[in-house]
């Protein structure tokens, strides 16, 4: 039997991996956030359509947010952000240069 508890720390910390709020996850998913702190508190599971919007919110699998198992889009995308971020920084010091990138 899988536990909540793990269910909803790994949601919650994808959601920090995203560097959103969970007010502004839960809103692009149509949740209300009344309704996440009950199922938190009460230790449900969600009902599968609220638990798919939120996995593809969080770009991972339901199985994962349940299991723990598979594939971990979220890391990817965090290093893929960081790099992002960091070219970004960089840029105005190519720009500042001169320095011709083709």
Sequence with gaps: MTNTDDFW???K?????????QQ????ACGISYN?????VSKK???PLEAAYKLA???GVSVDF??????PDKAALINE????????????????????HLK
């Design 80 to 99: 893929t952000s960081f790099i992002f971020w960091d070219r970004q920084a960089k840029l105005p010091l190519v720009q500042s240069k001169k320095i």
């Design 9 to 11: 720390k790994r949601i």
């Design 44 to 46: 449900y599971f969600p």
């Design 65 to 70: 947010l349940i299991s723990g198992k598979g």
């Design 56 to 58: 593809r919110y969080l």
């Design 13 to 21: 910390h994808l959601i920090k991996i995203k560097a959103v709020t």
């Design 35 to 39: 309704t996440f702190k009950g199922w």
């Design 24 to 27: 502004t996850a839960l809103k």
